[in-house]
């Protein structure tokens, strides 16, 4: 808190001593409104938002302890620095004033010199439990930014480790998630309806990814793009990603027995997954940055959820993913006449059946 920029109360019904300290504050740089009683000063300080406030706990017309209570309920007030002054020199008076939240309490004679330091100082203090203040509201409104992406124990790794979100190449598996059909669907159903049904499979569909260690990187459409590995492993990444998109593949299968009466048919969708090397970290300008996945892996994904309606499947793996599921999960190899799209060798592809 810059001294020229603080602007502190003082309430002192001893009109000598007040001018005298609010000579000393004024000289120092700090803004000094000063009240010789309590009802004056209750009428401002809801308009000048103190830093500091020196306060004299026997007034003429209300007790300074009273004034204290008020300042304490008022939410700027909740970390403002206040000291008590009086001549009662007793324990009492001063416990009774630190009960009520005073954070120090002084006892008159003042001595000037030591008066200008105890301004200073907690003035200091105020201006460090601002900055706190204002970091841990970051914090907060990153947490719920967060919380639409990742799981919370994926969040509590990111904040704690300052790096986590730099560019990277890490090994992580990516998977595609795509309504079917869904376009020609929204044109015949209300729009209230499209989005009550999109936000109750999405629900279902981030708790499920968050369940099994992943993270939705994003939203396209009726689809999702969600990562596991990414932004941070949990060392058994491509079969969370599979049995994620099981688990995902068994609420699809009982959301359809119980669809809702405006929907004619049941809902299909497709799956991909694909693992191997991506880039992980934020991208963008200084006006929004993002964080996401890019490489072959996310590509491949991608084609793979696409191939589910030719194989007639719900549910496609890249060879690399297989190849790290193998000891868990009973795979078919299919076979297509032509390669992924983009991809000038071939790519392997499996339909996961069961658990061993």
Known sequence: MAAAKARVLLIEDDE???????????????????FANGQTSLAVIDERNYDLAFIDIY???ISGLDILDQLRSRPHYSTTPILMMTADATEDTSVLALVKEADEVLIKPLRHAE?????????ERHSERVRLRE???????????????????????IQSSGSVMEPEIIEASVMFFDLRNFTSLSESL??????????ILFTDLMDLIFSHGGSVNKFIGDAIMA????????????????????????????????????????????????????????????????YTVLGDVVNVASRLEGLNKAAKTHLLIDGA???KIADHVVSRRIRFQQRIRGKSVEVEIFEPLRFK
């Open 115 to 123: 008066f200008l330091v105890k301004a200073r100082l907690w003035l």
């Open 227 to 290: 990562t596991f590995g990414a932004p941070l492993s949990q060392g058994n990444d491509a079969l969370n990603a599979v049995k994620c998109a099981m688990a995902i593949t068994e609420s699809m299968a009982l959301f359809n027995q119980v669809r809702p009466e405006y929907l004619n048919h049941d809902i299909g969708f497709g799956i991909g997954i694909a693992s191997g090397r991506v880039f992980s970290g934020t991208v963008g300008s200084f006006r929004r940055l993002e």
């Open 321 to 323: 993913t297989q190849a």
């Open 59 to 61: 007034l003429p017309d």
């Open 190 to 199: 209300d729009p209230k309806n499209v989005a009550n049904l999109l936000n």
């Open 135 to 157: 970091a841990n509201e970051r914090l907060e409104a990153q947490s719920k930014i967060l919380a639409q992406y990742f799981s919370d124990d994926v969040i509590q790794k």
């Open 16 to 34: 000598v001593q007040g001018e005298i300290l609010r000579t000393l504050l004024t000289q120092e740089g700090y803004e000094v409104d000063y």
